[in-house]
């Protein structure tokens, strides 16, 4: 990599011409605006849909002939989606008690078992039951927001301009809401068997749910990969302050992972992804569920921010851009915009 830099500063050092060089100081604003990914890897994920995000800045500008640099402070918002797969929790557990085995669910009691109840929950006329529940439709929705500081450097060539380099993060706001599905099923032993969708007796049938949890400032940094790609629309009147406008396509891709494994949530006690109802409790609700989203759980997913489309520079100077000729020549005047005719 530090090769790679040396060759670049070496191409742009030669390209200076050694006299008739105007160096060009601006003041920079920027917005950039598309579409956003958090990409979260985990076995749990099913699909990454992500969602829209936006960056405002503004920084300081150089130009000298051919190369570009670009420094400043901005204001980063991403947004994303995550849907995850179903899964199942179990609270107690049938045993034998003639051989101290555990009889799965489902399986068929016969006459020289006798199951009884370890663990689970205990229901209103004081019989214990196991509770098994089915989580559906899980799913998180991110909005995660970094105050980032962008260097990049580039060329401008023919109208035609490209910049790239690095950018460190902080994270400033961060929150997550988690939307499911959950049915919950009562085993009971011997004959009773078990109980299902009768919500008078708390057993329930895909009752949605969801719990939103705010993380501010517990993200690592990020540092992000920056490319752009676009075009110079150059003003020609030196009496306008705005001296030049870019219009270019964008990626941001966060290289290092983003997600803390010191920070778990305490919206459950034991940080997992949902929160149940711990075994024998008498009188508590066996579907006080409680979601957490998955980058704030114990299951610690790794997490790459990601931003693509759009974005639109403004550069204000006392200096003139044209006045020097870099634009001059006629395959490069259908950029230029005077501002004598607006």
């Not at 956003?36 to 960056?55: D, M, P, R, T």
């Not at 570009?68 to 107690?92: C, P």
């Not at 299902?196 to 749910?209: E, L």
């Amino acid at each position: 990599m530090k090769h790679y830099l040396l060759y670049f500063f070496i191409f742009f050092s030669i390209s200076l011409p050694a006299q008739n060089i105007k160096a060009v100081h601006s003041f920079n604003i920027w917005g950039q605006g598309g579409y956003s990914n958090l990409f979260i890897k985990n076995s749990e994920v099913v699909s990454n849909l992500g969602g829209a995000g936006g960056i405002i800045g503004f920084g300081y500008g150089y130009k000298n002939n051919h190369f570009i640099l670009e420094v400043g402070l901005e204001f980063d918002y991403k947004s994303s989606l995550s849907k995850y797969n179903d899964y199942r929790m179990q609270v107690g557990k049938f045993i034998d008690e003639y051989t101290d085995k555990e009889i799965p669910i489902g399986a068929t009691i016969t006459s020289e078992m006798y199951p009884i109840v370890e663990g689970g929950l205990i229901h209103t006329d004081g019989g214990k039951f196991v509770m098994l529940y089915n989580f559906t439709d899980l799913r998180d929705s991110y909005k995660i927001c970094y105050l980032n500081i962008p260097l990049r450097i580039g060329g401008t060539f023919n109208g035609f301009y490209f910049l790239i380099g690095p950018k460190i993060g902080l994270n400033i706001l961060s929150h997550a809401e988690t939307n499911g599905k959950h049915s919950s099923i009562g085993y009971f032993p011997q004959d009773i068997g078990y109980l299902s969708d009768m919500p008078h007796h708390s057993f329930v049938n895909n009752k949605a749910g969801s719990n939103i949890t705010r993380f501010n400032g517990k993200l690592n940094l990020n540092l992000a990969a920056s490319v752009e790609v676009g075009i110079n629309l150059l003003l020609s009147n030196r009496n306008v302050r705005l001296q030049e406008l870019r219009v270019a396509l964008f990626a941001d891709y966060g290289v290092l992972n983003i997600n803390s494994s010191n920070y778990i949530s305490t919206k459950n006690s034991n940080g997992d992804v949902v929160y149940i109802p711990a075994t024998d409790q008498l009188g508590i609700d066996p579907n006080t569920v409680i979601y957490n989203s998955l980058i704030t759980s114990n299951i610690k997913p790794s997490v790459n921010p990601f931003i693509t489309g759009l974005k639109v520079t403004m550069l204000f100077s006392s200096q003139c851009n044209y006045c020097y000729g870099q634009f001059s020549n006629r395959r490069t005047k259908w950029w230029v915009i005077d501002s004598k005719k607006r």
